[in-house]
């Protein structure tokens, strides 16, 4: 557990940003989030069931978000992952907030940070929410190495360890994806295993 811990740690603390996958397009500047998105209703635990791999996330699986509510535009945020190769959890503690509480066109865009920096990156969008059983968030930021580069980031999430069947759910993660994502890009966690903590 030492090595895996000290790893997140590490990468969190020197680079307290996202670093998914590396493009030389600009950021959309038309992304569309969660329109009346409650903070309240977001938090809770989420299961992350497809993701744009980031360096903090590799081999890792049985990942999951937990967000609790602190304050009226705030939330703390658990990480924790688990490393099925050599059985060893991860766990990262943070802090989210709304980047624009009082912007009714960007409700969804989030910042969030770990390991006590300062969320001051709007850096966690949330396309859509129906905050019962799936979400979908985007993330694109400049690269820290190459500023003429851009990091995106990419989940879907669930509110079970299995993604939903509803027809409409799928529909529209589905045209969520088309629109600001590339499906052969995703990793899938595995959620399945007996060995997926149940708390971290």
Same mark, same amino acid.
Request: proline fraction near 5%; glycine fraction near 6%; aromatic fraction near 14%.
């Given at each position: 557990?030492?090595?895996g811990?000290? @790893?997140?740690?590490? *990468?969190g ?5 996202v670093?998914?996958l590396l ?7 038309? /992304?569309?989030v ?20 980031q360096?903090?996330?590799? $081999? =890792?699986?049985? @990942?999951?978000a937990?967000?609790?509510?602190? %304050?009226?535009?705030?939330i703390?945020?658990?990480?924790? *992952? ?11 503690? %943070?802090? *989210? /907030?709304?980047? +624009? ?11 969030? *940070?770990?390991? %006590?920096?300062?969320?001051d990156?709007?850096?966690?969008? @949330? =396309?859509d ?8 968030? +985007?993330?694109?930021?400049?690269? +820290? ?6 990091v ?14 509803d ?6 993660? $589905?045209?969520? @994806?088309?629109?600001? %994502? $590339?499906?052969?890009?995703?990793e ?13």
């Amino acid at each position: 557990m030492a090595r895996g811990l000290t @790893v997140f740690m590490l *990468a969190g603390s020197l680079l307290v940003s996202v670093s998914g996958l590396l493009s030389d397009e600009a950021c959309p500047q038309d /992304v569309q989030v969660k329109q009346g998105f409650s903070l309240a209703d977001f938090a809770g635990r989420w299961y992350e069931i497809k993701r744009y791999e980031q360096f903090y996330e590799k $081999d =890792l699986d049985c @990942v999951v978000a937990e967000y609790q509510p602190t %304050g009226k535009n705030t939330i703390s945020v658990k990480n924790g *992952a688990f490393s099925l190769a050599n059985n060893t959890r991860v766990v990262a503690d %943070g802090t *989210a /907030v709304l980047s +624009f509480p009082d912007d009714t066109q960007q409700p969804g865009k989030l910042s969030v *940070a770990f390991f %006590g920096a300062t969320p001051d990156r709007s850096n966690y969008w @949330v =396309l859509d929410t129906d905050y019962t059983s799936y979400g979908v968030v +985007f993330s694109c930021e400049p690269f +820290f190495k190459d500023s003429s580069k851009n990091v995106l980031g990419f989940w879907i999430f669930s509110r079970t360890p299995t993604f939903p069947t509803d027809e409409t759910v799928v529909k529209r993660v $589905d045209e969520l @994806v088309k629109k600001y %994502g $590339d499906a052969s890009k995703f990793e899938v966690p595995n959620q399945s295993d007996e060995r997926c903590p149940r708390s971290y």
